[in-house]
């Protein structure tokens, strides 16, 4: 993604509009939830590009983490109106406008590049228990192709470690969990960054976007 400086974790809150001309408002009043999106763009050459994105509500900005290819992008977001401006280091910032499906539609570029981040899960707000413990595994390959298996997760010093058994084969990583976003490291190009929800469940994206992993308690 040429000169795509954006994103590193994503989460808005929830909130209702009023109508009529809109003022500025806070993360807390946006029409967005917190979570992990699709991302999908082009740049200003043309190309196109495929990730993944993260978004973390902090009093009342929006912090903004990109995964593109073997690049990561964050930015600081500020809600206005039906939009959120997005400074990420460049001369021009990421304008979104909020979708009426959750997704986020954006200009780059000084608009001659786009961005779209479509929801795959939203983060549960509050405080929820530590996800610790025995999961079962259901999900995608790049290639289109299903996998199931179990995952243990265990919590040390703050960090999560991750063992994943699909098949005959065995994966490992260490996460960090922030409000409510996990992002673990795998040994990947790119982690698998993870919305928990409020069943206790963990739903993910990884492989720019095109790899999920769902993980169910295995209760």
């Not at 992990?36 to 009093?59: F, H, K, L, Q, W």
């Not at 903004?64 to 109106?81: H, L, M």
């Not at 699909?166 to 996460?175: C, D, F, K, L, Q």
């Amino acid at each position: 993604m040429t000169s795509f400086r954006l994103l590193s974790a994503i989460c808005i809150v929830a909130g209702t509009l009023a109508a009529g001309p809109a003022p500025a408002q806070t993360a807390a009043e946006a029409p967005v939830l917190p979570g992990v999106y699709r991302a999908a763009g082009t740049s200003p050459d043309g190309s196109r590009y495929r990730g993944m994105a993260a978004i973390i509500a902090e009093n009342d900005r929006l912090r903004f983490t990109w995964w593109i290819g073997k690049s990561v992008f964050s930015g600081i977001g500020q809600v206005a109106g039906r939009t959120i401006e997005v400074e990420w280091g460049e001369p021009h910032p990421v304008v979104y406008t909020f979708g009426t499906d959750g997704s986020l539609d954006g200009k780059w570029a000084d608009g001659r590049a786009t961005d779209r981040l479509e929801l795959f899960a939203r983060a549960a707000p509050g405080q929820l228990p530590v996800p610790d413990g025995r999961y079962r595994t259901n999900g995608q390959n790049p290639n289109g192709t299903r996998y199931t298996g179990t995952v243990s997760i265990v919590e040390r010093s703050g960090q999560y470690e991750f063992d994943w058994q699909v098949g005959a084969s065995r994966y490992r990583g260490t996460g960090k969990l922030d409000r409510n976003l996990l992002t673990v490291d795998w040994g990947s190009t790119q982690p698998i960054v993870y919305a928990l929800g409020l069943d206790g469940g963990l739903r993910g994206l990884w492989a720019d976007g095109q790899g999920e992993d769902i993980l169910t308690p295995d209760r």
